[in-house]
């Protein structure tokens, strides 16, 4: 009987919006140097060592190649709940994950990993 219970309660968390449960994601936090370290796909990791400078206005500039420094601006954010836009470099919405005082998850197809101030 207890098996059928935690089965029952497994899909029917399954059945909510990750977005219930994802941690708040404010302009303030966001706002200054992120690193884009790197993503995770199950077990595999790939680095992209990008950097990403979000600003009060709603606007952002990213570097477009870990081989190039510069940071290309002109680009814009919003942040919904649990979730942010980055216009037009990623489609659609990205999922908040998680929101710790030095890295900020996302997930896209796979967990992106933004760690704050600049990339090494």
Same mark, same amino acid.
């Given at each position: 009987?207890?098996?059928?219970?935690? +089965?029952?309660?497994?899909?029917?968390?399954?059945?909510?919006?990750?977005? *219930? %449960?994802?941690? &708040?994601? $404010?302009?303030? /936090?966001?706002?200054?140097?992120?690193?884009?370290?790197?993503? +995770?796909?199950?077990?595999?990791?790939?680095?992209?060592?990008?950097?990403? *400078? %979000?600003?009060? &206005?709603? $606007?952002?500039? /990213?570097?477009?190649?870990?081989?190039?420094?510069?940071?290309?601006?002109?680009?814009?954010?919003?942040?919904?709940?649990?979730?942010?836009? *980055?216009?037009?470099?990623?489609?659609?919405?990205?999922?908040?994950?998680?929101?710790?005082?030095?890295?900020?998850?996302?997930?896209?197809?796979?967990?992106?990993?933004?760690?704050?101030?600049?990339?090494?």
């Amino acid at each position: 009987m207890r098996n059928k219970v935690f +089965v029952l309660v497994f899909f029917a968390l399954q059945l909510f919006p990750l977005n *219930l %449960f994802a941690e &708040d994601l $404010t302009a303030d /936090y966001l706002v200054g140097p992120w690193c884009f370290s790197h993503t +995770v796909s199950g077990s595999e990791q790939s680095d992209e060592n990008k950097n990403f *400078l %979000f600003k009060n &206005d709603g $606007t952002f500039s /990213y570097q477009q190649s870990s081989h190039n420094k510069k940071l290309t601006p002109g680009f814009k954010y919003e942040i919904m709940p649990g979730k942010l836009k *980055l216009k037009p470099i990623f489609p659609g919405e990205l999922q908040v994950k998680s929101v710790k005082d030095h890295e900020l998850v996302l997930k896209y197809f796979v967990d992106i990993h933004l760690i704050r101030g600049k990339c090494n």
